[in-house]
């Protein structure tokens, strides 16, 4: 008897952002090892569930990966001839669709639980992110799970940073400056964000410089963190518009290096563009708590 527990897998692979390539023979005709109906979760490594087995099988699971590898969202199906084209002895005829149902997510790690992050990570969630939320402080993470963002209660937020996969998307947002200085220092040392953003003003922005370069951070590392962040476009000291403008820093970025980051695994360095510049005032105060 087979175990057809997709449903729990794939449930599984929406919480963890992991995309998937649903399979279902929708019309059999014939001997064929499975009926219409019958389906089975394709990811870049695994598989779950079976059609069946034998040479239907092992062309689903191609045509899935192959569908995976170039990050089609369109679904597609394919009719087979089990004898003719298959050499399958079972000989009937199946069609099976493919259907593209968990979105690719980039990996980002918040670091800080205060007004613009509440606004923000509520917008992010809606995109095709899967954040990882940071704070010493139980206490500000609001009630109700947000679907997408897994809550993270620490007293070492720079302890935190080791553990993150390699390629994400970071931003520093904490309610206290020095924090956010060793958070920086640690990012910059793994040498791998995708994107590293800290919130703030031009002021902050060389302070941070100076103190990093103490630190013996060459101008070359400096570069790679923003600060300050958001589009240009879109001012405002409103912790929504500021959320806004973030977030609309980030679509930038996946949007336009995402095609080749998931390909090649590389880094891919933007050159820096006019970006909205929110105060210190604006960072203590609306962040801070």
Request: proline letters at 3%; aromatic letters at 6%; glycine letters at 8%.
């Amino acid at each position: 008897m087979f175990k057809d527990n997709w449903i729990q897998i794939l449930a599984e692979l929406e919480r963890k952002g992991e995309p998937c390539v649903l399979v279902t023979v929708v019309e059999h005709k014939g001997s064929t090892p499975r009926d219409s109906g019958t389906k089975m979760l394709v990811t870049e490594q695994g598989c779950y569930a079976t059609i069946g087995g034998g040479h239907l099988e092992y062309k689903a699971l191609k045509l899935a990966r192959d569908m995976l590898l170039r990050g089609e969202q369109q679904m597609k199906v394919e009719r087979f001839n089990l004898g003719a084209s298959l050499g399958q002895c079972c000989g009937g005829m199946a069609s099976i669709m493919l259907e593209p149902v968990v979105q690719a997510r980039h990996h980002l790690v918040l670091f800080g639980a205060g007004h613009v992050a509440k606004a923000l990570v509520h917008i992010l969630a809606t995109l095709p992110f899967r954040i990882t939320w940071i704070d010493e402080r139980e206490s500000e993470f609001p009630l109700e799970q947000i679907a997408n963002v897994t809550q993270v209660v620490s007293d070492d937020s720079v302890g935190e940073i080791a553990s993150q996969p390699a390629n994400s998307f970071y931003l520093v947002m904490t309610h206290n400056h020095q924090l956010d200085l060793e958070l920086c220092a640690k990012i910059l040392k793994r040498q791998d964000a995708r994107y590293f953003g800290v919130i703030g003003s031009k002021t902050k922005r060389k302070r941070f410089d100076y103190k990093l370069k103490e630190r013996g951070f060459s101008e070359a590392n400096l570069t790679q963190m923003i600060c300050p962040i958001g589009l240009s476009e879109v001012s405002g000291k409103h912790p929504a518009e500021i959320a806004v403008s973030v977030a609309g820093e980030l679509i930038r970025e996946y949007q336009q290096v995402g095609t080749l980051a998931a390909v090649t695994g590389s880094i891919v360095t933007q050159v820096a563009s006019p970006r909205a510049e929110f105060s210190d005032i604006t960072n203590d105060v609306v962040v801070a708590q």
